[in-house]
């Protein structure tokens, strides 16, 4: 290990004797100006959105297309979580089986009420919250249970 340290400190030093640091610093420069003119593009990436319905938390995956100032923003800056009260969705209510954790079915007769949340009423939800951003697609989401009233 000391072996492999003391070849690049050489390694690094005869570099340095090539390249000169006012070289390095504005290849540095250079890179953020590039990277930072790109960010005036459009792109299209995914983002996974924490939606909160009624007390239940789920995770929604979405296709979301916006300006790279944009995107950047809302990828490190905002926690992407958003609270959409139940009454503004359009749902289904569905029964299911009871499931144990092992996957086996406690009873035939005995179901589960859960909420099937329509894909598009929740884009068109998630839309109006990101206004600086463009909601493309919804991927599939958990159903969520039944509020009690």
């Known amino acids: 290990m000391k072996r492999l340290y003391a070849l ?9 004797n090539y390249i000169s640091p006012v070289f390095l ?9 590039w990277y930072i003119s ?4 459009t792109y299209t990436t995914d ?18 297309e916006g300006k790279g100032t944009n995107l950047f923003g809302y990828g490190f800056y905002t ?12 749902y289904d209510i569905v029964e299911e089986p009871v499931i144990t954790e092992d996957g086996g079915v406690v009873d035939s007769l005995a179901k589960e009420y859960k909420v099937r949340i329509s894909p598009i ?11 600086d951003l463009k909601i ?3 991927g599939d989401f958990d159903d969520i249970p039944l509020p009690q009233k």
């Open 8 to 16: 690049l400190k050489v390694s690094a030093q005869k570099l340095r």
């Open 25 to 33: 610093a504005l290849l540095a420069v250079s890179f953020t100006l």
């Open 38 to 41: 790109k960010l005036n593009y």
């Open 47 to 64: 983002f996974n959105i924490k939606v909160k319905v009624d007390g239940e938390r789920i995770i929604v995956p979405c296709v979301v």
């Open 79 to 90: 926690s992407r979580r958003v609270s959409i009260p139940l009454s503004e969705l359009n």
């Open 121 to 131: 009423s929740m884009q068109d939800a998630i839309s109006v919250r990101f206004s």
């Open 136 to 138: 493309v697609s919804v």
